[in-house]
Structures are given as structure tokens and as C-alpha cells.
């Protein structure tokens, strides 16, 4: 057998000379609850101040077109619809008719809509 030389890329393992392990923490004389997080940190999340405005997604339209395979389009709502397609011509036929669907939708057809 051959003698392998370590690599100086390695670090050589050494003995500690600093202190052992680690000491528990003193106990505090002060009575109440631990302390978790540093002062002037907020413990809870704070809402998104942005998101506020009453709008949600109902509608998705997914269009997958990998280089050189068949492209794939997916129109899907809350309202129920659930539509595929795959092709050039199918996927772009159900793409215009994902587009239209946004005026048909009950779910986005409202009163204040109607009487625009």
C-alpha cells in the first residue's frame, strides 16, 4: 500500500483550545416570560399592506410551448371551467377563447358591469 498525502486544500483537525462545551445561561432574577426575539421586532406578521384592495384571481390561463414539442394551452376558472388544448391551432384557438370568457364569466359579470 501507498502512503496517501492529504491534500492542502484539507484542514487538518486540531484540539480545541478554547472553552469546552457550552454553559447554560445564567437564570434571570427578572419574573415574566422569556425573552424570544430582540427588542423593537415585531413577533407577529403584519398583513400586506398592499393587498387590500378586494381583487383575487378567478380566472388562469396556463400556456406551456417547450422548444420543439406541441404546445400546450389550459383555461381554467372558479366559475367551472375547465378547458385543454393541445396543438398550434388548438392551443391559440382555446388562448382567444379564454380572452372572450373574461366578458361571458358569471363570476366576473356583475351589476355595476352591466350597467357600463
Known amino acids: 500500500m ?6 492542502p486544500l484539507k484542514s487538518l ?15 434571570s432574577s427578572r419574573g415574566g416570560a422569556a425573552k424570544d426575539v ?6 407577529s406578521v403584519r398583513s400586506d399592506p398592499q393587498a387590500g384592495d378586494g ?8 400556456i ?13 376558472c372558479d366559475c367551472g371551467r375547465n ?3 393541445a396543438g398550434h391551432r388548438k ?5 382567444e377563447d ?4 373574461r366578458d361571458l364569466c358569471p363570476l366576473r359579470t356583475t351589476e355595476e358591469r352591466i350597467a357600463t
Open 2 to 7: 501507498t502512503d496517501r498525502t492529504r491534500s
Open 98 to 101: 379564454h380572452a372572450r370568457h
Open 64 to 76: 406551456t410551448a417547450p422548444r420543439g414539442a406541441t404546445p400546450t394551452a389550459t383555461s381554467v
Open 13 to 27: 483537525p486540531c484540539t480545541p483550545t478554547g472553552p469546552g462545551h457550552a454553559e447554560p445561561a445564567p437564570a
Open 38 to 43: 430582540a427588542e423593537g421586532v415585531p413577533s
Open 55 to 62: 381583487r383575487y384571481p378567478i380566472a388562469w390561463l396556463t
Open 83 to 85: 378547458l385543454f388544448a
Open 91 to 95: 392551443a391559440l384557438a382555446l388562448i
